[in-house]
Every structure is written in structure tokens, then in C-alpha cells.
């Protein structure tokens, strides 16, 4: 049945890449950004719901 | 110098959602307590067919995922947004319009789903008109967020706002393919995609409903409602941003673990299993940024009742979110699926994780926007252990049920037999756990009471803060360099329809991906030839099968397992489902599966089916099926057979051409035959060939017989 729908689906093998690469990616670039941000940037923004009223 | 500008947060907007909050929730868990009341005790749906456990069934979920916790969202995001943007909404009358267009939505889904209007997928069972005004209510909601957004003197867009965001985004795209259909009359329609692909975008569907509409905004109101309540900020909003994409990316695969060992492709199943184990991480990220921010503050949860039921809601969001997880690897799943254990799994969520949320913020937020002081703090401690109490008993019996039928179902003699040939004996052995469960359920709907008391005392004798003065900086035209160094996410965090765009990619990526390969290939599961379209009798009899909401308890999808097949026959295979619309593989037994009802060992006469119809108990004594008497009273409308064949054909369904001309000659045939053998079998009721009875019976017969001509032609 696996082999079947993806033998009939064509190479659909580029979108499981990409989306390993992507997901790999977010996380590193994402993780990358949180790790390398100044501390008073990150708690200027997290005051913000705090500094509304 | 920034000029300060003063202007007034739109309070009335946020008051009326709170109220419709309210209300809905009282109704839902009504709703619900009644239906697990009438398990207990059948008769208590009074033979009215609007009363009935199985059309109910739809109204409660749907009154608590979208009335309850529908208003709930909107009630945290007016006010939430208008205070993190420093702006009052984009437009009142877009406000007013997104109110009362969802209170119009939810009074229509009450006319009509107890009526037997309904499209059977789950949490999508509402009628194509309803489907048209929901879309155009979001549009709304989503101008006037995106209005609010752009209009805005705060530069930066916190987490919270881009959880609302990706909600928007998200349930836009979820609503539209799930309800791509095609109307055969006001009311009725068929879906676009049948059988096997249906079900994949069904559970793409419910599955990101949860994701997107339980759980996305609701982290939204959690992260800036309970600094709000703790005082304090997010314990890592480095956290919060991990949080945000990671779980927005991964959720929207996990669709398929609803479809473990049915007839979804392995590649499916698998994609399914292995992004819901990976959710956890996201999940539990948040849980834990989201219990951590109490740090140093844990003294004030002793006396807040706010702060407990916030650290509740998180918790049960943390309980649910590991439980998900396990419950989506196949051979925990086996035992899962299809029991009580779903049931008690996902009411941890609604009435943990969402109803306690919801409330904290009620509690927190009707005061101030009254200005005014609780009515009652002890009622609110009152209401809080209610309702954790109400959860244990709700949960603990259910999945006591649920491990209990599991292991009745599976369990054989020494021989090779079935200890529980008998369906009906796995059932009666867990009524008692129903029972507990309805306490759990009075013992919640209690403590929910005594809150909206509270708080109606609250706002009672105070004045709501209709329009609330503010004043900040305008938004700063050109910005000026603060020092802090610029960097791809603050960019983005000013720039809404860039993140828009963002989130929408990211989830079209898993969405494409799950659905993409199954609609692509014309040929997509393999064909068994003596799979033909139904008749015009059995389409008619199934789409009274729909209109009951028999799904609700009767699955059509027999798993590989030898329990199921010396229970059922043949397991189910994909290639019997292409001409169903809309699928029917259900996803709870309360009943026994019916994919092989009307064929080997399972196949019953017709005047058995008649009987059972009017009365189960009269042929299974201690049956909790309702009643339907008026399927032999209500007389068949044929009027409906050439608007059916014409839509099925223009979906693929190979009826000849012209045949919607002749149907109903062919449905008055085979409605004689069977008039005459039940007859034959001592059922005398007159002109019973035209009743709704003889089609039901027509559909139930044909279950399982084409699949089973071809397994007699193979030997």
C-alpha cells in the first residue's frame, strides 16, 4: 500500500526533504536567534504585556 | 519628541463576548451532561428524535469548541490586543458585526444539528450555508485584527499576538478544505473528497481544530494573561518564540494519528505518529515557560484563585499534551482508540486545560473592566476545587472504562474463542463508569454555575468601563536605533503580514505534504471491482444514517487485529470506501462496528433490524441505544434521489447518465422487496415500503457485501 501511493504519486521524495530541511532549519535559525539576543532587548518585550495600562 | 495620543479602549466588545462566553458554556456542558445522562439511561431521549444522544452528540461539541471556547478566544484577544497594540479596534462596527455574526452562527448550528442537519465530520458537521457564514465571519474578525494591528503605537508584536496570528491564518485555510462541497439542496450537500482521502483531510482537520482553535489562541492568552494575573513577565520569552514556530510547524502534521491501522496508507500513519511524538517538545515548552513564570510568586497561588485556575489550565494542558503523544504511537493506540480513553482524554483538555483558562481570565478580567473588586473570592475557591474535582471524577472512570471494554474486546478462551462474543456485555460492564462520569460532569457544570453567578453578582453592581482612556507615544515613523542591535525576528515581530505570510507557509508545508500525495494521483487507493455505487434505497437509507448520527457510536473500519476480524469480519480496506460521502468510519464503539453488518456471520434478517430500529432493548435487553420509532412512522422523501445521483455523478460517483431519471422506479423495487420480507417475517405495518425504516434497512444489509462478493469470486 506504502509503496503503491508513492510509486503512483511520482518523486514526491524532493517534499519530504524539504520539509526535513525546513524543519531542521527553523530550529537551528530560531534557536540560534533566542540564544544570541541582548538581555534588554528580550526583557523589553516581555514586558510588554505588563506595560499596557 | 514622540507626539502622546490619547485614545479609548473599546471595553463593550470585551464585555459581550464574556457574557456569550458564559453562556455557551453553561449550555455545551448541559448539553453534554444530558447525552452522558441519557448512556445511563437510554429513554431519556423520550423517542423524540431531537432529544436523541446521537444528534446531540454534535451540538455539545460543537457548543464548547466554538460557542464556549469560540467566545472565549475573542473575549481574551479584544481585550488582549487592544492593550498590546495600544489602539482601540479597527472598526466597532466590525466588532459588533464579528459578535453577533458568531452568535447567528451558533444559534444556527442549534437549529439545525438536533434536526438532523449535518454533515457528519467531526466538528465540522455544520450545513454548507452555515460553512458560508463562519467564512465570512472570520474574514471580518480577521480585518479587524489586522486593522487593529497595522493601526498600532506599540512597535513590537508580542508572542501572544502571534499566536493570534497563526490562528487566524490557520482555521481559514482548515475551514475552507474541509468543507469543499457540493449542495443538493439548501441544506445538504456532499463533500468534494470520499472514502480514504476524506478521512485524511477530516483528521488534517479535526486534529488542527484542536491545534488551532483549542490550543493556539488559548497559549496566546496564556502568555499574556498570566504574567497579567502573576504580575510578572514570561519566564522565557526566548522560550516563548521556540514555543511559537516549533509548535505552530509540527502540529499541523499530526492529523493522521486519528487513523492509526485503519485504511489510511502506512506512509500516512507514520508521518502522523512521528510528528506527534515530536509535539511534545513544543508542547511541554510552553507548559513549562507558562508554570515557571509563577516562580517566586507561588505563596499568591495559595491565596488567588485566579493564579489556581491558571496553574491548572497549564497543567492539564501538560497532562494532555504527553497523553497525545503516547496516545498516537500505534500499539498504545490499538488500545486506545475506539474507547472511553479519547473521551476522558480530550475533557482533561476542555474542561482543564481551556474551561479553567477561560474562567481565570473571566475572573481576572469582568472586574477591571467594571472596575470594580470580585464579588466573592471564597465562591472563586469554591468554583475551583468543583471543578478539579469535577475533572478527576469525569476522567478517572473513563479511562477505567476505557482500558476495561479494551481488554473485553481482545480477550479469548483458551480455544481460540471470543470470551465476549457479545458486544453488548463489553458495554454493560462499564454503564457504572458512565454513571461516575455524569457525576463528574454535575459536579464540574456545579462549579461553573456558582462562577457566572459570581461574576454576574460582580458586574451586577458595577458599571462596565464602556470606553477606557488611554494614552501612549504614536508609532515611530522612522525608527530610531535604541542601541539594542537589529535582527532578523524583530524584524519580522514589526512587520504582521510578513508573519502572516510566515505562518502560513510553514503550515501549508505540512498540510501540502499529508494531503497533496493522496490527491494528486487520480489512482490513488486500489480499486476492488466489486465495489459498485449504491442504490438509490441505500443512498437514501445512508443519509439517514448520517442524519441520526449513528457515526457517533458505530464505527465502519475494522483494524488488522484478530480480535476485530473473529469480531467482524474482514478488516477494512481502502478501496471500499471510494463512494462514500461522506466517510463513515467513526471514531468511538459504544456501539459494535458496522463495516460487515450486513453480510457472514453478523447479517441479520429485516424484520431484526425493524424491531431493533423502534425498540433495541425489545431484541438486546440491556441496550443503552436510543430508540428512532419514527424512522417507521416518517415516510421516505424520494422528492431529494435525482438532486443526490446528479451530485454524486459530478463528484465521480459512475451513475449513468440520465439515471437520476429512473432512481426512484429502481428505489420503489427494492423498498417492495424488502416491505415484503419483513412481511414474510411477521412485520405487519402498512404501507411500510415507503417508510424511512426500509431504506435504513436497505443501507444497514448492503454493509460489507461488496467486499465480500469479491473475497467468494477470488476463491
Excluded at chain 2, 463512494?579 to 434478517?605: H, I, N, Q, V
Aim: hydrophobic share 45%; charged share 15%.
Amino acid at each position: 500500500m506504502f509503496k503503491y501511493i508513492l510509486q503512483e504519486a511520482g518523486d514526491i521524495n524532493w517534499m519530504a526533504t524539504t520539509a526535513l530541511v525546513l524543519f531542521f532549519s527553523i530550529f537551528v535559525i530560531g534557536s540560534g536567534w533566542v540564544l544570541t539576543r541582548k538581555k534588554d532587548y528580550v526583557d523589553k518585550v516581555s514586558r510588554l504585556p505588563l506595560d499596557d495600562e | 519628541m514622540t507626539q502622546v495620543e490619547q485614545f479609548h479602549y473599546d471595553n463593550k466588545i470585551v464585555k459581550k463576548f464574556a457574557y456569550a462566553t458564559m453562556l455557551w458554556g453553561i449550555v455545551g456542558m448541559l448539553v453534554g451532561l444530558i447525552i452522558a445522562l441519557q448512556l445511563v439511561f437510554p429513554s431519556l431521549n423520550f423517542d423524540l428524535p431531537f432529544l436523541t444522544f446521537s444528534r446531540l452528540r454534535p451540538l455539545h461539541t460543537n457548543a464548547v469548541i466554538f460557542a464556549f471556547v469560540g467566545n472565549g478566544i475573542f473575549m481574551g484577544v479584544y481585550y488582549s490586543l487592544q492593550r498590546l497594540m495600544k489602539a482601540r479596534m479597527f472598526s466597532d462596527l466590525l466588532s459588533n458585526l464579528h459578535f453577533w455574526g458568531w452568535q447567528l452562527i451558533i444559534v444556527s448550528a442549534a437549529a439545525t444539528l438536533p434536526f438532523g442537519f449535518t454533515t457528519s465530520g467531526e466538528y465540522a458537521e455544520l450545513v454548507w450555508p452555515i460553512d458560508i457564514a463562519i467564512t465570512l465571519v472570520w474574514v471580518i474578525f480577521g480585518i479587524n485584527m489586522f486593522g487593529t494591528i497595522l493601526k498600532r503605537r506599540e512597535e513590537h508584536l508580542y508572542v501572544a499576538v502571534w499566536f493570534y496570528i497563526a490562528t487566524w491564518v490557520t482555521v481559514a485555510v482548515l475551514h475552507i478544505v474541509r468543507n469543499l462541497e457540493l449542495p443538493t439542496s439548501g441544506l445538504h450537500s456532499y463533500g468534494v473528497f470520499s472514502g480514504v482521502q476524506e478521512a485524511l483531510v477530516q483528521w488534517w482537520y479535526a486534529h488542527n481544530a484542536v491545534a488551532f482553535f483549542l490550543t493556539t489562541p488559548y497559549l496566546g492568552l496564556m502568555y499574556y494573561f498570566m504574567p497579567k494575573a502573576a504580575n510578572r513577565p514570561v519566564y522565557s520569552y526566548r522560550l516563548s518564540i521556540v514555543h511559537f514556530w516549533a509548535l505552530i510547524f509540527i502540529y499541523i502534521w499530526a492529523g493522521p494519528h486519528h487513523l492509526l491501522y485503519t485504511s489510511l496508507p502506512d506512509w500516512a500513519q507514520s508521518l502522523g505518529m512521528v510528528f506527534s511524538l515530536m509535539l511534545i517538545a513544543p508542547s511541554w515548552g510552553g507548559m513549562i515557560n507558562g508554570l515557571l513564570t509563577l516562580r517566586g510568586a507561588w505563596d499568591r497561588v495559595r491565596q488567588d484563585p485566579i493564579l489556581k485556575f491558571m496553574v491548572v489550565a497549564v497543567t492539564a494542558y501538560g497532562m494532555s499534551t504527553f497523553e497525545g503523544p503516547m496516545m498516537s504511537i500505534k500499539s498504545f493506540n490499538a488500545v486506545t482508540h475506539y474507547t472511553d480513553w479519547t473521551i476522558a482524554h480530550v475533557h482533561v483538555g476542555a474542561l482543564g486545560w481551556n474551561g479553567m483558562l477561560t474562567f481565570g481570565i473571566l475572573y481576572w478580567l469582568l472586574p477591571r473592566i467594571f472596575n470594580t473588586k470580585l464579588y466573592s473570592t471564597n465562591l472563586a475557591n469554591v468554583h475551583f476545587w468543583l471543578a478539579t474535582l469535577g475533572i478527576i471524577f469525569y476522567a478517572v472512570p473513563l479511562y477505567w472504562g476505557g482500558v476495561t471494554q479494551f481488554l473485553m474486546w481482545r480477550e479469548f478462551t483458551p480455544d481460540g474463542f471470543l470470551v465476549y462474543p457479545n458486544f453488548l456485555e463489553t458495554v454493560t460492564q462499564i454503564v457504572p463508569m458512565y454513571a461516575l462520569r455524569v457525576l463528574g460532569g454535575v459536579i464540574y457544570l456545579t462549579g461553573v454555575i456558582l462562577g457566572v453567578y459570581n461574576l454576574l453578582k460582580t458586574t451586577g453592581s458595577a458599571k462596565c468601563v464602556d470606553n477606557e482612556f488611554a494614552e501612549a507615544p504614536a508609532f515611530p515613523q522612522h525608527h530610531v536605533e535604541t542601541g539594542v542591535k537589529k535582527h532578523w525576528h524583530s524584524w519580522i515581530e514589526r512587520r504582521p503580514m510578513q508573519m502572516l505570510v510566515g505562518s502560513l507557509v510553514l503550515i501549508l508545508i505540512g498540510g501540502m505534504v499529508e494531503l497533496f500525495p493522496m490527491w494528486w494521483i487520480d489512482d490513488n487507493v486500489p480499486k476492488i471491482a466489486s465495489v459498485k455505487p449504491y442504490t438509490p434505497l441505500e443512498l437514501q437509507g445512508r443519509d439517514i444514517y448520517v442524519r441520526e448520527g449513528c457515526v457517533g457510536c458505530h464505527s465502519q473500519m475494522i483494524r488488522p487485529f484478530r480480535f476485530e476480524t473473529e469480531r467482524y469480519g474482514d478488516y477494512s480496506k481502502s478501496g471500499e470506501f471510494i463512494y462514500d460521502r461522506p466517510f463513515l468510519w467513526g471514531s468511538k464503539r459504544t456501539g459494535p462496528d458496522l463495516a460487515r453488518e450486513g453480510t457472514g456471520k453478523l447479517k441479520k434478517s429485516d424484520s431484526w433490524h425493524y424491531n431493533h430500529m423502534i425498540d433495541p432493548t425489545s431484541i438486546s435487553p440491556g441496550s443503552i441505544m436510543p430508540a428512532y420509532p419514527w424512522l417507521a412512522e416518517d415516510d421516505l422523501d424520494i422528492s431529494t434521489t435525482a438532486a443526490k445521483i446528479n451530485a454524486l455523478r459530478k463528484l465521480g460517483t459512475p451513475y449513468d447518465a440520465g439515471y437520476e431519471q429512473i432512481a426512484n422506479e429502481d428505489l420503489a423495487v427494492q423498498a417492495q422487496r424488502i416491505a415484503k420480507t419483513l412481511k414474510a417475517e411477521g412485520v405487519d405495518q402498512a404501507g411500510v415500503e415507503k417508510k424511512e425504516i426500509v431504506a435504513m434497512i436497505a443501507y444497514l444489509q448492503r454493509l460489507g457485501v461488496d467486499i465480500t462478493l469479491q473475497a467468494q469470486a477470488e476463491k
